[in-house]
């Protein structure tokens, strides 16, 4: 396999716009540990293989489990997530294929049981983030294998 375009040299202006919405996680009040599940839940959806690996190797460096992590694909059927963790789960699938059904009502009224109407937007955005990362990646083909994580204080 070999890299198509790398996107983070071919446009420094769109690496930075895109790691702006990146840092604007740090400034809600999601955990961190969530945020790394909805990156590895929508980078499964897309198939993007760059993302999975950088993910879950963040996932791993911020302490998630290997059990989870490897579970996430099947976490409507696995006793490993709580129930504000499934919410956010629900509600990236939904964003990530969103042409499909939208977000039903249904669904952000089982997320507002979590969240309030501020981190639902985060968890939004969010969302939106790394499905953007996602086509970055695979639309440029980039590689994976060569990401470290570097854990957040």
């Given at each position: 396999?070999?890299?198509?375009?790398?996107?983070?040299?071919?446009?420094?202006?769109?690496?930075?716009?895109?790691?702006?919405?990146?840092?604007?996680?740090?400034?809600?009040?999601?955990?961190?540990?969530?945020?790394?599940?909805?990156?590895?839940?929508?980078?499964?959806?897309?198939?993007?293989?760059?993302?999975?690996?950088?993910?879950?190797?963040?996932?791993?460096?911020?302490?998630?489990?290997?059990?989870?992590?490897?579970?996430?694909?099947?976490?409507?059927?696995?006793?490993?997530?709580?129930e504000a963790e499934r919410?956010?789960?629900?509600?990236?699938?939904?964003?990530?294929?969103?042409?499909?059904?939208?977000?039903?009502?249904?669904?952000?009224?089982?997320?507002?049981?979590?969240?309030?109407?501020?981190?639902?937007?985060?968890?939004?955005?969010?969302?939106?983030?790394i499905n953007g990362w996602?086509?970055?990646?695979?639309?440029?083909?980039?590689?994976?294998?060569?990401?470290?994580?570097?854990?957040?204080?």
């Amino acid at each position: 396999m070999e890299q198509r375009i790398n996107y983070m040299e071919t446009n420094r202006e769109v690496v930075k716009l895109m790691s702006q919405l990146e840092e604007y996680k740090k400034t809600t009040e999601i955990d961190n540990k969530l945020i790394e599940l909805i990156k590895i839940r929508a980078s499964q959806i897309n198939g993007c293989a760059y993302c999975l690996d950088m993910h879950t190797k963040d996932a791993r460096a911020n302490g998630e489990t290997e059990q989870r992590i490897y579970c996430l694909n099947a976490w409507r059927e696995s006793p490993f997530y709580l129930e504000a963790e499934r919410a956010a789960l629900e509600l990236t699938e939904a964003v990530t294929t969103i042409s499909a059904n939208g977000v039903p009502d249904d669904l952000y009224e089982r997320v507002s049981l979590h969240f309030d109407e501020k981190q639902y937007i985060d968890l939004v955005t969010i969302i939106i983030t790394i499905n953007g990362w996602n086509r970055l990646a695979i639309s440029s083909k980039s590689i994976p294998g060569h990401y470290k994580p570097v854990t957040e204080k």
